[in-house]
């Protein structure tokens, strides 16, 4: 039996790897060392979440309990071994969360969402299962149809501790809107992509404008695996809120958000005039210039400045940092701290793009490549207020708009975040 190739986006239909098992997991040191095949005594890794609240399901296929004290589980680089006292009852099922606590059913790794390779092993140290698992979406599972068996499936609906049943629910890969970011009367198409079209029987679109009835679109197969419906342009502000639903043959159903209804995508209608801010400055090579102190210790960490050349102060609550123009949602500005959000007019703010976002409201879930890219900040719909692309950056040299608010940008041998370039 085969180990298929896993690729993002295609159905997944495994056997129980077993001949090149040892071309999947060789060692990685390039001795030439391979893995033995499992040896199967009815212990199996029966499904596995990878993405969220991580967890590892394993199935008793036997006619009797079974003792695991001492059996190992393991990802790619870690290993943990069950305690003593460990069992799971015949036809029963254990599940292991994988969340670094590394105590009772705690395993002491987290599962890379991108897919990796999971391996079982008995008390004597006899690999008895191993999986090599495909990218995993939040929702989703990679398990076995029906429970032990060699058909490996992704599904959209997962059952932690319970049987997998016979088959399993259709899984969305990602759900997507054009236009991104939508003006009133602007009709939005909204694309599904589902892992495999084998098994659905509808694929459904819902929404609603601020806060109403859900209305029901039925969503057209295109090529591959894409589904699209379309939602009507609004003609007042508001909220639109989304989800779509993939209802299986079989009837189960699988939703994108995964908990949708209860949760949603959704945009903005909005037509604020935008603020008058502009980037004025910043600095994505710090290592010993211009230090952030907010965690108590001087960092040296990448920074934007933003600048208000306008006659009222500004507060930026709400409203998005990216490093993508073409993505404008990259980091919502939080509202907890309006002080420390309000930028006054004529006057400057400073962000650190430091990926710390516990330390305070101005900082930011990603760092600036000196290699060079976007940097942008879009209003609270997502319209762009200013953005801007650089090249590659040296070390403690910022760049900036050599007049404050200009057009004309330059290398700025001093610094200065948060206050007039010189």
Known sequence: ????????????????????LAMACGSGDGDGDEEPEPT?????????VASGDDWIELYNALETSKDLGGY????????????TGTTIAAKGFIVLLCNDLGTGLNTNFKLASGGEIVSLKNASGTLIDHIEFPNLDNGQSYARFPDGADLWQITGVTTQGESNGTDGAPAINSISRAPLVPALNQPVVVTAELISTTGVASVK??????????????????????YTGTIPGMTTEGTVAYYVEAV??????????ASAPDNTDDYLLNTDPLPQLVINEFMASNTSCCPDTDSGEEEFDDWIEIHNPGTTAVNLADMYFSDDKDNPFGDKISDDDAAATTIPA????VFWADGSTSQGATHLNFSLSADGEDVGLFYIDGRPIDTYTFG??????????????GDTWGALSTPTPGQANQ
């Open 1 to 20: 039996m085969l180990i298929l190739s896993k690729v993002r986006r295609l159905v997944f239909f495994l056997t129980l790897p077993t001949l090149l």
């Open 205 to 226: 679109l819902f929404h609603r404008f601020n806060g109403g009835a859900f209305s029901e679109v039925a969503m057209t197969l295109q090529s591959g695996t894409s």
């Open 392 to 405: 590659a950056q040296s070390e403690n040299i910022s760049w900036g708009r050599t007049t404050d608010g």
């Open 40 to 48: 199967a005594e009815g212990i199996f890794i029966n499904e596995i």
């Open 72 to 83: 190992t589980i393991s990802d790619s680089g870690n290993e943990y071994a069950l305690p």
């Open 346 to 349: 004529g006057g400057y703010l």
């Open 248 to 257: 299986g043959t079989n009837g189960s159903s699988s939703f994108k958000p």
